[in-house]
C-alpha cells in the first residue's frame, strides 16, 4: 500500500467537533478457525467497505488473513469502537454465513471479543505498516 495521504491525516470536522480518531481492530472467527480465505474473504472485504460508505468512515488498512481480520478505520465521534465492532461482526456474520453455509458448522462466526486500539497521528503510519506486513506471515 502507499504512504498515508495528506487526507489521511486532516482532521474530522463536524458542527460540535474536530476530531482524528483512529482504531485498528482485530477480528478473530470462533476457534481461530481459517475461515476467512477465497470468496469468503474477498465478500468480507466487501461487507466492510460497504460499512465504510454507509457510515462515512476513512479506512486506514484492511488485511484478512485466514484465521483473523485486521481492521484500521477513522471513524465519527459519535460512532463508539463497541459499535464499530458490533457493526462489523454482526453483518459480517449474517451475510456470511446466508451465502456460504460451510459457515454454519462453527457454533458462531466470530469470537464473542476483539481487539481494539486507539492510535494518534504519531503511530498511524507505525499500525498501517504493521497491518501490511501481516501478508507475508
Known sequence: MAKLSK?????RRTENS??????HFVFVPKRRRPVLVKDVAKRLQEIIFDLVTEHGWKLIALEIMPDHVH???NTP????????ARWVKGRASHHLRKEFPELK???ALWTPTYFV???G?????VVKK????????
Do not use: C, M, W
Not at 18 to 23: G, R
Open 121 to 125: 497521528q504519531v503511530s498511524t503510519e
Open 77 to 84: 465521534t459519535h460512532e463508539s469502537p463497541a459499535d464499530v
Open 7 to 11: 487526507e489521511d491525516y486532516e482532521y
Open 18 to 23: 474536530v476530531s482524528s480518531i483512529n482504531y
Open 117 to 119: 486500539a486507539s492510535t
Open 105 to 107: 458448522k462453527l457454533p
Open 71 to 73: 481492521l484500521f478505520v
Open 130 to 137: 504493521y497491518i501490511e506486513n501481516q501478508r507475508g506471515k
